[in-house]
């Protein structure tokens, strides 16, 4: 039998040996909660000089990192996530400011992990909107400059 004859498997299947463990996050308590760190620019995870995937390593840059991805899914655009998940950023450039907050603080407060979410200054250049956000969570809170690419 050569490799043409080979039935080609509906799922591909990866080894994932070299990957740490996953501990169940849910159950996690939150201030243990972890996530990698990703270039929001570059659309991509980082890594440290020796390769390995970069985690953040306080529940502050754990709230960032959780609040950037929302802030950086288009709502309604992907299949996998219901209709809370994600802001409009779309439609922002036809928006008032006060809208851009309300919809940035719902977004955000729609996560599990997210009790507060106060927009305290928005201010925009050309297509991109920069934020003051404050985030109280769980296990504590963070205050930090938004960069959000409104392309």
Same mark, same amino acid.
């Given at each position: ?14 080894? @994932? *040996?070299?990957? %740490?463990?996953?501990? &169940?996050?849910?159950?996690?308590? *939150?201030?243990?909660?972890? #996530?990698?760190?990703?270039?929001? &620019?570059? +659309?991509?995870?980082? /890594? ?5 995937? @970069? ?7 754990? @709230?960032?990192? =959780?609040?950037? +991805? ?6 309604? /655009? ?8 994600? =802001?409009?950023? *779309?439609?922002?450039?036809?928006? *008032?400011?006060? %809208? ?8 955000? %407060?729609?996560?599990? %992990?997210?009790?507060?979410?106060? =927009? ?6 050309? #297509? =991109? ?13 963070? &205050?930090? &400059? ?6």
């Amino acid at each position: 039998m050569n490799m043409a004859d080979d039935p080609i498997p509906m799922f591909p299947t990866f080894d @994932l *040996s070299d990957l %740490e463990s996953l501990d &169940e996050i849910d159950g996690m308590p *939150s201030e243990e909660k972890w #996530s990698y760190v990703m270039d929001f &620019e570059q +659309r991509k995870l980082m /890594r440290d000089t020796d390769g390995q995937l @970069l985690r953040t390593k306080t529940y502050e840059e754990y @709230l960032v990192q =959780v609040a950037m +991805r929302i802030l950086n899914t288009e709502r309604f /655009r992907h299949g996998i996530y219901d209709e809370e998940i994600g =802001v409009e950023r *779309s439609e922002w450039p036809g928006w *008032s400011d006060i %809208e851009i907050k309300r919809d940035i603080e719902e977004a955000l %407060e729609a996560h599990m %992990e997210i009790e507060k979410a106060d =927009v305290k200054q928005l201010t925009r250049g050309g #297509s =991109v909107v920069y934020a003051t956000i404050k985030i109280t969570g769980a296990a504590g809170a963070v &205050e930090w &400059e938004a960069d959000l690419n409104g392309g």
